[in-house]
């Protein structure tokens, strides 16, 4: 069955998007990283080597990478120097020990929940650096499951005890701020006390080639939180137990933002939002696959968090049992209500195939500042359910989908 919504009107519609097309992306040449020479090479001990690590970082030639070669490093907070890369080589693991002293930003509260969750450093942090990375085929793992030192719980444990008012105080695994041209190739990062991989005002990242892996049961444990100019994912297989991926714009713009041919299996899809105060646009999601996520291509806020998001194009997806296919909702958890309203514009959905019933779901924040899309060649599969509030759709979709699969994308 073919339907059709002709609410905004179609050639103004396709201008706009004709306008787009040149700029909703990463405005760099982004092509697959070659990994740096080597400065030094690390060999694992078995103890704490982060005095170690820290070390040979703190005195790589820039331009290089500290090597860590096979075994298992353990290790606490780390920091990587402007120009010098970590390279985790193959057959090497680098842990994250679960110890929250070692992670405290003074106040003795990491580890613990509070209003604030902003207790505890990262794992490891990249600032106000330029032409930093972290490259290998090895595996970097927060141990998130593990028991904390000191406590009865582990770090997800903690975050499952936090609730609507309260946040656990727990490490990000990779924490990026104010820097520029970081690059993230083949490593795995998995099972992050909280989030991956966060950037924040930061122009020009890459991300290619990257497994981030965390149990659906895992909570706040996104893959990659990215804010900034110019930023790339590409040919990554993310698996998760929230947002797969997750546009936020809370302290800054997020513009010129380019996801490209990865796979998402479980998780909570490709996110835009909550935190959108100082807008997200020129954004460019193809050539991705989602199975067995809750979610699909999201956008949400509230008028705590909100601002505008214009410039957004999904072509090429295809999802498999996904629960809520699309869903844009400018009422996402309500209960946090501020004077931010949240508005989603110039957002456009093209060649995309849901091949499961799933959930849509349009949910505008007034008459006056409703959500707008466009749709064409959509194709769902019959018996889905729709929900819209507020929105303006224009173009056509159809329940007409055939296939049982999506095939992959991604690093493989």
């Given at each position: ?64 990478a ?17 120009g010098?890369?970590?390279?985790v ?5 680098l842990?994250?020990?679960p ?7 003074g ?32 595996t ?11 406590k ?73 939180d ?25 302290i ?52 705590y ?27 996402y ?7 931010l ?14 091949l499961?019933?799933?959930?849509f779901t ?23 359910k729709?929900?819209?509030?507020y ?22």
């Open positions: 069955m073919l339907r059709q919504s002709s609410i905004i009107g179609i050639t103004a519609a396709v201008i706009l998007l004709l306008v787009r097309v040149g700029y909703s992306k990463d405005l760099r040449t982004v092509t697959e990283p070659k990994t740096p020479q080597n400065c030094t090479t690390l060999k694992a001990t078995s103890g704490d080597d982060t005095k170690t690590i820290q070390n040979a970082l703190d005195t790589c030639t820039k331009g290089k500290v090597k860590l070669s096979s075994g298992t490093f353990y290790s606490g907070p780390l920091t990587i120097p402007s010098i890369s970590l390279l080589d193959s057959g090497a693991t842990k994250a020990l110890d929250p002293s070692l992670y405290d930003m106040e003795e509260t990491c580890g613990t929940i509070d209003k604030y969750g902003v207790g505890c450093k990262p794992f490891i942090t990249i600032r106000d650096a330029s032409g930093s990375g972290i490259y290998g085929k090895g970097i793992d927060g141990q998130g499951q593990k028991k904390m030192t000191g009865t719980e582990s770090w997800w444990q903690l975050a499952n005890n936090a609730n609507r008012s309260t946040v656990q105080n727990a490490p990000r695994l990779l924490q990026i701020n104010n820097s520029a041209d970081i690059t993230l190739y083949q490593i795995t990062l998995q099972n992050a006390p909280f989030y991956h991989v966060v950037s924040s005002r930061t122009n020009g990242l890459t991300v290619w080639g990257v497994t981030i892996y965390a149990p659906p049961s895992s909570r706040n444990t996104d893959g990659i990215p804010s900034g100019y110019n930023i790339t994912i590409a040919h990554c297989n993310i698996s998760t137990g929230d947002d797969d991926v997750a546009i936020k714009a809370k800054a713009p997020a513009r010129h933002i380019s996801v490209l041919n990865n796979h998402f299996g479980k998780g909570h899809g490709m996110s835009i939002g909550s935190e959108i105060t100082y807008g997200v646009s020129d954004v460019t999601v193809s050539g991705l696959t989602l199975d067995g996520a809750t979610y699909g291509l999201r956008i949400k806020s509230n008028s968090r909100g601002g505008l998001v214009t410039g957004v194009t999904y072509t090429n997806v295809c999802m498999h049992n996904v629960q809520q296919p699309i869903l844009l909702d400018t009422r958890e309500n209960y946090l209500t501020g004077n309203t949240p508005q989603f514009h110039d957002v456009t959905f093209t060649n995309v195939k849901v499961t019933a799933g959930t349009f949910n505008g924040f007034s008459d006056s500042k409703p959500v707008q899309a466009t749709m064409e060649d959509v194709h769902i599969k019959k018996g889905s729709w929900i819209t509030k929105a303006k759709i224009t173009g056509t979709w159809a329940e007409d989908v055939t296939g049982t699969l999506c095939g992959y994308a991604g690093n493989e």
